[in-house]
């Protein structure tokens, strides 16, 4: 194991935290009327995010200090935990149901979505399943498959909640760990195949999912069903010009745009801090990236280098996903922008696996 540990990444850990400040301030004027409609609290969001935000930087910054390989002795204990909340969460009476969706655990006050654990510690345990079996990983009865299939157990679980989006993002992580890993592309193009088709099973399986494909490709075909989001964030995005509004001054947050701090948040910012507020955001997203790319070029191990790279490629797709959505590029999905969306869950998950990368920066070579 390395012996020699050095400082972390600044760059990660400032961009990080402007993302997170940046993230605060917004949730905080998305959600100021809903709160107050709703909770006659126009802070309601804002001091639960910032809860949350407390507790996930004070968990990054501890973790930051546990040596990653840690996590290896630790991953297979971690994703049976995992499995075992994504099998109570379907339980009635443990798990609670939200717009459709049953992907929550009722702790007290707060609630906790097992599927947003379940990525962190499929990366620790696929990086472990592959750096001790790379010779093998070219075989696609010995390497390939059993990663395959323990991947596909956890997505059939989290698509019985149902949750697609964070399904998606899971299975896409995973697949860029194999493909890096060096996974022969015939494998690949194979399974591609064969997961688009049931990619469009899945769709056509569900009403309301092939509702989302037809309003994705025409919005205002039901301007007042299942187009509505797409349409009223257009019109979030568009009088944002090159300026913006100003701060606080959205129109579609007074009820044009449903719970716009949530998946919608980038909308928001972008009409009020206009297109040069959202290029800002989508920089540091940028930069962050090429911090990670550089601290998984330079990890001391194979373990380390699949880990780093998990955790930006889980970055990576939420972002592209999320502001694809938002722009209109892709259907909704239901996946929140990282560090800057409403979600106790999702900013723990992630700020504690940006602490995982900083650790292995501390051993980087670069």
């Known amino acids: 194991m390395p012996l020699k540990k050095s400082n972390p990444d600044l760059i990660l850990i400032i961009v990080t935290l402007t993302l997170l400040t940046v993230g605060l301030i917004m949730v905080y004027s998305a959600s100021a009327i809903w709160a107050?409609?709703?909770?006659?609290d126009s802070f309601y969001f804002a001091k639960r995010q910032l809860l949350f935000a407390c507790v996930g930087v004070i968990a990054m910054f501890f973790?930051?200090?546990?040596?990653?390989w840690t996590w290896r002795t630790w991953a297979k204990i971690l994703i049976i935990i995992c499995?075992?909340?994504l099998l109570a969460v379907l339980v009635p009476g443990i798990g609670?149901?939200?717009?459709?969706s049953r992907s929550w655990i009722g702790v007290g006050a707060f609630s906790v979505q097992p599927s947003e654990f379940m990525k962190l510690a499929m990366i620790a345990f696929l990086a472990k399943f592959l750096s001790e079996r790379q010779k093998l990983i070219t075989s696609f009865k010995k390497g390939m498959l059993p990663s395959l299939g323990l991947v596909f157990l956890a997505f059939g679980l989290i698509m019985l909640q149902p949750d697609l989006g964070t399904g998606t993002v899971m299975v896409g992580t995973c697949i860029?760990?194999?493909f890096i890993s060096g996974a022969r592309i015939s494998h690949f193009v194979g399974l591609g195949l064969i997961g688009i088709a049931g990619f469009i099973g899945l769709i056509l399986s569900a009403p309301y999912r092939i509702k989302r494909i037809t309003s994705f490709l025409d919005p205002w075909e039901d301007?007042?069903?299942?187009g509505f989001q797409m349409i009223q964030s257009f019109y979030a995005i568009g009088p944002g010009g090159l300026f913006g509004l100003g701060l606080g001054q959205s129109r579609q947050k007074f009820f044009y745009l449903p719970e716009p701090q949530t998946d919608f948040i980038f909308a928001i910012l972008s009409e009020e801090l206009g297109f040069i507020g959202g290029s800002l955001v989508i920089l540091l997203f940028a930069l962050m990236l090429w911090r990670g790319i550089r601290i998984a070029l330079g990890a001391p191990d194979l373990y380390g280098s699949l880990v780093a790279v998990g955790i930006i490629a889980m970055v990576a797709i939420q972002v592209m996903i999320n502001i694809g959505v938002v722009t209109g590029l892709m259907p909704v999905t239901g996946?929140?922008?990282?560090?800057?969306s409403y979600g106790g869950s999702s900013l723990t998950l992630m700020l504690m696996a940006i602490g995982v990368l900083l650790n292995i920066s501390r051993y980087s070579r670069f």
């Open 335 to 340: 996946i929140t922008l990282p560090l800057l």
């Open 63 to 68: 973790i930051m200090n546990v040596d990653y």
């Open 36 to 40: 107050t409609y709703k909770f006659e």
């Open 223 to 226: 301007p007042l069903g299942s």
């Open 96 to 100: 609670m149901a939200r717009n459709g």
């Open 83 to 85: 499995f075992i909340m």
């Open 176 to 178: 860029v760990m194999i």
